[in-house]
């Protein structure tokens, strides 16, 4: 747990702890500062404050889209009572995210989540923790959570964040984990468990890029001033959000850090919006809020469910249909593996628990749609 004011890298785990609980007794009051985004970007890009999404417990902890139209976001971050929680989002015209639809529902327990939630590459919901630095899964057949501890892999404690690298991106497939304590990074391997989740071996240590990192979100080329492949990283202590570019692995390269948003008390999670491409950040502390940034690129169209294989056979879509997408499928499908699990309502592990034509069906049936 971590106090919402910023504060050095030095701080002990147990300092910070303390802090958040005088937070969670009210004898200290969070302070909203005034978000800015930096001069370089400033006539690109802008800022729309969400607010507090209603029924989402202080304070706020990453930020991810379970659909099109649904957020999930932790709540009560930190604390052994923090979950995952739902909620729906409204859109203009346009498409832009105007606000939130009704009071959140919980998801998924989620214990001591922090900045990093994302999703593996088989649609598994995943999220760091803090200060006992773990990742934690949601198992997609139940909504049950499972914890892989990280400290014996050599991850620096504690996380901090954690996202896959998309593909289009150097290191795609990767799952790289950043340390908020000493602002290291990590790159861990991970193989896929029957049940739709994933074990975790010995992780490969990457640079360091100070700050605090919470939430990690990759910019797409086709956005204004960002032509090199490049990170937005949320740092806590630094109460902003900085640029980065990428280097072959996906981590951000520190010599390159240029700040994007300034004066963000609480700098938390970070997601790319699928529909318009635009950014939203969560805070801890600091109002806990949901900020809009809109300017970035707009999404690649997606070539719907059946785009399951990417370079390297990294399950995970690469916008492209080939013969890669249905080998990988029947491969999966002859090993009895719940990513080609399809039928009786679910996706990648979430279907009926059997593997009958109609997964070889309905699959073919997205493939022969194309994109969409």
Known sequence: MRNHLPFPNSLSVPGRAM????????????TLTAQTVAPFYAANYSIVNLGTPPGVPANLGGINFLDNSTLIIGGAANFPTAAIYRIGVTRSANGDITGFVGTATQYAEAARIDGGLFTMPNGTIAFTTFSDNRIGQVVPATLSTIYTELTPLGVSVSTGTGTVVPSGFPGAGNLIIGSYSVSSWHRVPYLANPD?????????????????????????????????????????????????????????????????????????????????????????????????????????????????????????????????????????????????DVAGGGLFGGGDGEFTADDLVLFIQRYTRGCN
């Open 19 to 30: 802090l958040t609980v005088l937070c969670a007794l009210g004898t200290t009051t969070p």
């Open 196 to 340: 739709g989740t994933y074990a975790f071996t010995t992780s490969i240590a990457g640079p360091n890029t100070g700050g605090g990192p919470e939430g990690i979100v990759y910019v797409p080329t086709s956005s204004p001033l960002f032509g090199t492949p490049s990170v937005l990283v949320s740092e806590f202590s630094a109460g902003a959000v900085r640029a980065y570019f990428v280097d072959p692995e996906g981590f951000p390269r520190p010599e390159t850090a240029r700040d994007f948003i300034t004066g963000l008390g609480g700098a938390e999670g970070g997601v790319r919006d699928p529909v318009t491409g635009q950014f939203l950040f969560s805070t801890f502390g600091g109002g806990n809020r949901v900020l809009v940034i809109r300017g970035f690129g707009a999404p690649v169209q997606a070539c719907g469910l059946s785009d399951v294989a990417s370079p390297g056979q990294v399950p995970g879509p690469d916008n492209e249909l080939t013969a890669d997408d249905i080998i990988l499928f029947v491969g999966w499908f002859i090993a009895r593996d719940p990513s080609a």
